[in-house]
């Protein structure tokens, strides 16, 4: 089979960028001797993330607690879920892959900590808990270092639970802040308790400042083993050293400048990322995606020196690749130009 002959709407993984995309950025940690932990909600493929073990990863790490159980089932070993937990029954599904692999988590506040104590009372071994920490990006975590400091010795003292560390995701460019915080976080808590074993930070986007920070012990990484837009557009990557394209068809022509395409928001996400336009079509490098409905991708080629033909089929960069990977039960494996084979997407869906 080769490209043109795949029915659209598909999505294509190129293996020749992915392979050169995990062992780039492996390289990078273990010049900085820092532990690499690629983010599996990226590509949700279990053999992917072999690759990336293989490579030199310490671990990987999960967002949602059904992803990580698929990825315990496929024998991961270790996992950080990136998550607050809440609920007895998530709580039980963790205390019951604790027993299966080594699980860390995360917590930013007291009540999610007394769940997870009252979860693992009794378990056979303590389950590791980070605390995670805002340094800037305005999402989940506590918000100085003295609340890292409290709620670390909160864990400490916690039955069924073993105060395992600091996570944070940062807002981009701001190393010499994260750094700070950081930094007074785990000397408050070694005066303190006397440990502070591990600390994550990271993400694609700020990957090759990483060494900027000098506190951390690993790095968490998801988008780049793909790439997408968004990260072209931050100078993070180069259009080639995006793996994953949506193939789609031009399916209507209406006018000269305007063409409609067999993909749109159940192929290609609705994420902006403050770009213009639903991704980069390959080729076209004029094209504006201006809307997408379910099935129709509405296309702006008034910028373009040529114009696509009814039937063409296009191949389109995402803005942001993670959500991508959720919208499809298969992927389909290339090797540049020769398609390879389908490839099931196993953790598509989970989300709860």
């Not at 983010?39 to 490579?55: D, M």
């Not at 270790?78 to 604790?98: E, G, H, T, V």
């Not at 690993?218 to 949506?246: F, H, K, P, Q």
Request: charged fraction near 20%; proline fraction near 5%; aromatic fraction near 6%.
């Amino acid at each position: 089979m080769q490209i043109e002959d795949i029915e659209t709407p598909a999505v294509l993984v190129d293996l020749n960028i992915v392979e050169a995309n995990i062992q780039r950025t492996q390289l990078v940690f273990d010049q900085l001797g820092i532990g690499f932990r690629p983010h599996v909600k990226t590509h949700k493929i279990p053999w992917l993330a072999r690759q990336q073990i293989q490579a030199g990863a310490i671990g990987i790490a999960a967002q949602k607690i059904s992803e990580a159980e698929v990825f315990a089932a496929e024998d991961f070993d270790d996992i950080l879920l990136c998550f607050n937990l809440l609920s007895p029954d998530k709580i039980a599904r963790a205390r019951s892959l604790a027993e299966k692999c080594q699980l860390s988590t995360v917590a930013d506040n007291i009540e999610v900590v007394a769940a997870l104590s009252e979860g693992f009372r009794g378990a056979d071994l303590p389950l590791s808990v980070l605390v995670e920490c805002d340094t800037g990006a305005g999402r989940c975590g506590v918000q100085s270092p003295e609340a890292a400091r409290d709620l670390a010795r909160t864990i400490a003292h916690a039955k069924g639970l073993r105060f395992g560390g600091l996570m944070t995701y940062p807002r981009p460019d701001t190393e010499t802040r994260v750094e700070a915080f950081l930094a007074e976080a785990r000397d408050l808590i070694l005066q303190d308790i006397g440990t502070c074993p591990t600390i994550s930070g990271g993400g694609s986007p700020s990957l090759s400042h990483a060494g900027r920070v000098k506190s951390l012990t690993e790095y968490r990484a998801g988008t780049y083993i793909y790439n997408d837009r968004s990260l072209i557009a931050r100078g993070a990557c180069l259009e080639n050293d995006c793996a994953l394209t949506v193939l789609a068809t031009v399916v209507s022509r209406p006018t000269h400048d305007r063409a409609i395409l067999d993909a749109g928001s159940k192929s290609l996400t609705s994420d902006l990322f403050g770009l213009t336009g639903h991704g980069l079509i390959r080729g076209y490098p004029g094209a504006e995606i201006t809307a997408l409905s379910e099935e129709h991708g509405h296309v702006d080629f008034r910028h373009c020196a040529t114009r696509p033909t009814l039937g063409e089929k296009l191949r389109i960069i995402p803005n942001h690749v993670c959500p991508v990977s959720n919208l499809v039960d298969q992927v389909i494996f290339t090797r540049g130009e020769d398609v390879w084979r389908p490839w099931p997407v196993a953790a598509r869906g989970c989300v709860i």
